[in-house]
């Protein structure tokens, strides 16, 4: 990958440039463009001060650039100049360059990032249309516990499912792996992390008229999501919200035993795979502990923890038991609570 695009990685997304740079330089590029080019997609769509009619517009031409049905080349100039973040907007004038790359890879390979970008573009054009109209004063929230699961598929799921067929074509193509188990851990570890972002992420998408937290659910728990955070139903709501930590961490769960289901020998894979799962799985720590208040407030890891956290599992990878052992889960919510898995 050209200097100037692993540059505008790094600026775009410091938690994933991590994982990437530990990663084997043979699978390095394919997962970094489908990063870049997938965060490409979701700057479009996060730009709210653009009309929603524009925003699918630009999406719909970005899509049909990423499955080759289209070589018009893009202008996002317009939408570059609204994003307040230099890297974003650095991100969006740098489509076309980005593009680009598309061709260097190998007709496998373009196919295997083909095929997630369309999920992956195909859920945050999905997101769009669903949330279309919502604001503060007028919360949009997803109806059921399947359009939930569904909508982690589509953004994180597919990816966990795309990154285990790069690695297994190139680092480990004649392990003896129980691949129906291995692929199927790897969507449940993408949907718990971005279960994780939902959770931690709640009262941003509230102010925002967004609630991820099926409104089926929520009526059963007797909770509204323009109430949702109100000190008041805090007897309702932590109950209600520990049963979905529950959900993230047990997808966790599935995610740290993909992780050792992986050849000992892949150190660099297994440590890419660790990080993200053990920063999630404090986060969860961090939001069973914080109070409805805090919660509000945002909770966050640090990076001096996140600094802790990778030391760790490189001092412990030589002790397998020890390394094992850094997935701690959290005291599980008494109710019962979502089935899906």
């Known amino acids: 990958m050209p200097t100037a695009l692993n540059d505008l990685l790094k600026a775009t997304s410091r938690s994933f440039y991590l994982t990437l740079r530990v990663l084997p330089a043979r699978v390095r590029p394919q997962i970094g463009l489908a990063y870049l080019l997938a965060r490409t997609a979701d700057t479009i769509a996060d730009t709210e001060i653009v ?9 719909q031409k970005l899509r049909q650039r990423l499955l080759g049905q289209s070589t018009v080349p893009l202008n996002f100039g317009e939408l570059a100049r609204q994003q307040a973040l230099p890297a974003e907007r650095l991100l969006l004038e740098k489509a076309e360059a980005s593009l680009a790359l598309l061709q260097k890879l190998s007709p496998a390979d373009l196919q295997r990032v083909r095929s997630v970008l369309e999920v992956v573009s195909g859920g945050q054009q999905l997101d769009l249309e669903r949330f279309a109209g919502a604001s503060a004063q007028n919360i949009i929230a997803l109806k059921t516990a399947i359009e939930l699961d569904d909508y982690t598929y589509r953004v994180a799921g597919c990816v966990g499912e795309f990154w285990t067929q790069v690695c297994r074509a190139h680092l480990f193509p004649r392990a003896e792996l129980e691949d129906a188990q291995l692929f199927g851990d790897s969507i449940r570890f993408g949907k718990g992390l971005q279960l994780v972002n939902i959770l931690r992420d709640l009262p941003a998408d509230l102010r925002q008229g967004r609630c991820y937290l099926p409104s089926l659910e929520l009526d059963q728990a007797g909770l ?7 000190p008041v139903n805090k007897s309702r709501f932590r109950p209600f919200y520990h049963r979905y930590l529950d959900l993230a961490e047990s997808h966790l769960q599935a995610g740290w035993e993909y992780t050792h289901s992986l050849p000992r020998g892949q150190m660099r894979v297994r ?25 509000r407030q945002g909770v966050k890891i640090s990076r001096g923890e996140i600094r802790g956290i990778l030391l760790r599992s490189v001092l412990l ?16 919510a008494v109710a019962s609570g979502p089935k899906l898995r």
């Open 317 to 332: 990878y030589p002790l397998p038991t020890a390394w094992q052992k850094q997935f701690v889960a959290g005291p599980k």
């Open 51 to 59: 009309p929603l009619a524009q925003r699918l517009d630009a999406l």
């Open 271 to 295: 440590l890419a795979c660790a990080w993200p799962i053990l920063i999630g799985v404090k986060t969860i720590g961090r939001l069973r502990a914080a109070n409805v208040l805090e919660l």
């Open 224 to 230: 509204m999501p323009s109430v949702l955070l109100s």
